[in-house]
């Protein structure tokens, strides 16, 4: 009987880069719809290995497939898979965190704040229906000697980091447990706390992981520190933002603007995201990560870690490791 290996979620054009680098392992890609729930899908196909975007893998998923080896993200939070239950079940996780896509996400995170800076899709709107001088009608402040304040430092943060420095930001914060203050110093960045960081920062860019410590790590209380000034840019995990209390604060124009390319349930009812109905948002589909060559690449390193774990290896990027002799 051939084995399967499952791609929940399908969202890509074609699996002929996942069919062609595992077919020296007798494997079977099946894309499964998304209209079909995941366990009943997964007890009819009971796969080897499953690859996944944002759906959600938890404790029912995996009692489902019994032959189940291993779960791979393609990309890099892996906040929707139960790791624990994955672990207890001696299913390996692994995520892609090397795809590439720190040029396309820091690209797009100050695409986001361009927009919202100048304004660009109102004043596209006022334009088309016949309106002008609207540069005039709507405060733009300017931003020399602007401070960037970045939540999370990692790749994708310096890509983003060097991008806004090119534009005149003139001083960088951060903040990130994971990185020593040291190294920050050395490349030129202040650290900060986030409440630090929300006072003095013009332009906030969120780029950590979404974990129980950064939950909410912008909530109502760090937006009011924030200056009438301030624009808010998440392209990293839409949990970190307390969604009503930055939209209630961009109605009362307590802070400038938000651009935001990730939400807390996704994909957003625009009926229940009172984001949807804030001024000066620039919303967008979780597409920060997106170019052909990222998706390319996505797929090749995603399919080479079921490779390995066919071939009876852990994961290059295993998530929720355990002892091994």
Request: a negative charge.
């Amino acid at each position: 009987m051939t084995k399967v290996v499952a791609v929940l979620e399908p969202g890509y054009a074609d699996y002929a880069t996942e069919r062609a680098l595992l077919a020296e392992h007798g494997v079977e890609v099946v894309a499964v719809p998304e209209s079909e729930a995941a366990a009943p899908a997964l007890a009819r196909l009971d796969p080897v290995a499953v690859l996944l975007r944002e759906r959600p893998f938890g404790a029912g998923e995996i009692a489902a497939a019994p032959g189940l080896r291993g779960v791979v993200r393609y990309g890099v939070g892996v906040d929707n898979i139960d790791l624990a239950a994955a672990r207890e079940a001696g299913i390996y996780v692994a995520n892609v965190p090397d795809y590439g896509a720190e040029h396309e996400v820091s690209d797009h995170a100050v695409a986001l704040y361009l927009a919202v800076n100048r304004r660009i899709p109102a004043r596209d709107a006022e334009v088309r229906s016949g309106g002008w001088g609207v540069g005039q009608a709507a405060m733009i402040p300017g931003r020399r000697a602007a401070v960037l304040g970045l939540v999370g430092y990692g790749r994708i943060a310096r890509a983003a980091a060097a991008k806004f420095r090119a534009l005149g930001f003139v001083r960088v914060l951060a903040h990130d447990p994971g990185v020593p203050d040291a190294e920050l110093r050395r490349e030129g960045v202040t650290p900060a706390d986030p409440d630090t960081i929300c006072r003095e920062a013009d332009v906030i860019s969120l780029h950590a992981p979404l974990v129980a410590g950064t939950h909410h790590i912008i909530d109502a209380r760090r937006i009011a520190l924030m200056k009438p000034t301030t624009i808010l840019v998440n392209v990293a995990r839409g949990g970190l933002v307390d969604e009503p209390a930055l939209a209630a604060a961009l109605a009362e124009g307590r802070i400038f603007g938000a651009g935001i390319d990730v939400f807390e349930d996704e994909p957003p009812a625009p009926a229940a995201n009172p984001l949807f109905e804030a001024p000066n948002t620039v919303l967008t589909d979780h597409g920060a990560w997106y170019s052909e060559a990222s998706v390319e690449r996505l797929q090749t390193l995603a399919a080479q870690e079921v490779a390995r774990v066919l071939a009876g290896q852990p994961p290059e990027n295993w998530v929720n490791r355990w002892p091994t002799r």
